[in-house]
């Protein structure tokens, strides 16, 4: 079965601690890896795209890294505005029906 | 450059009731996708729409479609209601759907009672 899974659940860091969000994912034929931030209330919103293992993309203090089984989302020096539900998600062509399967994201909590 | 739309914002309804979302995608963007995000599920892939046909669709019950319209906006209609649909329905839009990914709405909050 087509799996996508983050880790940890939930993550609690103070204002300046770097840490890494964790997405790891068993589908065959991935066409791409997505990972978006999400605030109560709103809609997802869009961070990044990886298509093949190695692939590296920077944003401020965000960091998005590929491999073959899993993704990396690395904060550098958090600042309590980056507090947000981080979501990661997969487009694949193995079966399915071909929208993206999302995990069930990493509630990050940035504290002054 | 006017982001991706959804109306109502929330909705209650009874139980047995139907109901019809709407969204208005980014301009020039002929792809839209609908979620629906709870908290025990997540978010699920409910269906696609590409130039007015449904390109794919998820794991859900015939009681849930939709469909899209020459401009590209998508109504999406769930029928006879039941408590479980509560959820926070998602719209998503893409140029061509894909690899070029999706942007995402603000969502419609819809209570079942």
């Known amino acids: 079965e087509d799996q996508v899974t983050q880790s940890p659940e939930a993550l609690r860091l103070q204002e300046g601690e770097s840490s890494s969000l964790n997405c790891s994912y068993t589908v065959s034929g991935l066409r791409g890896l997505f990972w978006y931030r999400q605030d109560p209330g709103k809609g997802p919103e869009f961070l990044f795209t990886l298509y093949s293992a190695g692939e590296e993309k920077e944003k401020e203090r965000l960091k998005a890294t590929l491999t073959k089984k899993e993704s990396f989302l690395h904060i550098t020096a958090p600042k309590p505005e980056d507090s947000a539900t981080y979501l990661c998600a997969v487009l694949h062509s193995g079966g399915g029906a071909d929208g993206l399967t999302f995990g069930k994201g990493t509630h990050l909590i940035i504290q002054p | 450059k006017a982001g991706v739309t959804q109306t109502p914002r929330y909705l209650i309804k009874t139980r047995g009731q139907q109901v019809t979302l709407s969204c208005s995608p980014i301009s020039g963007h002929r792809s839209v996708s609908w979620y629906q995000q709870t908290p025990g599920q997540g978010l699920q892939f409910l269906f696609e729409y590409f130039s007015e046909t449904q390109r794919n669709k998820g794991n859900f019950p015939g009681r849930f479609s939709g469909r899209q319209f020459s401009n590209s906006r998508s109504e999406m209609n769930v029928s006879t209601l039941e408590l479980g649909d509560s959820a926070l329905y998602l719209c998503?839009?893409?140029?061509?759907?894909?690899?070029?990914?999706?942007?995402f709405g603000s969502g419609t909050r819809l209570t079942v009672v």
């Open positions: 998503a839009s893409s140029p061509t759907g894909g690899e070029y990914g999706y942007t």
